[in-house]
């Protein structure tokens, strides 16, 4: 699955950028720490936004394609910050066959947002996974460590709001 980019604007604090420009500082020009960096600096900010994988090139002296690279090679980064309530679809198997493509498309219409985004108000992030192992219960979202199964998608809007 292709991650998306961030649909929000960055909003990074000075407290933030000083702490990016001390991981960085400490991997000493060692180009082999890149990815420790860049654990580092999503640990501070939450994602890695364009600006700050831009700060981690410059710093480390690599070329941000290969910085982008390993942020979209590796699932544990993300390009997009995560809302306070981080819904995830599960798009397979057993899921899909029973509509959870439907159920994913009504998520998308109640919060305006399309999967690996996230609300405007940073309450919501929207992600399709696969099999989260609960087939006797497909299809399946989970919102942060809440699980519901046998969904529909008339059932979403009310849902969503025991969340707002």
Known sequence: MVKKISNLPFQGTPEQEKLLKEAIASAGGDKSRLMAVMQEAQGIYGYLPYEVQRMIAEGLDVPMEKVYGVATFYAQFALSP??????????????????????LEKLSEVLGIEPGECTQDTKFSLEACRCIGACGLAPVMTVNDDVYGKLTPEMIKDIIEKYA
Do not use: E, F, P, R
Not at 84 to 103: D, E, F, P, W
């Open 82 to 103: 995560k809302g306070k309530y981080n819904i995830s679809v599960c798009l397979g198997t057993a899921c899909y066959v029973k509509g959870s493509q439907k159920v």
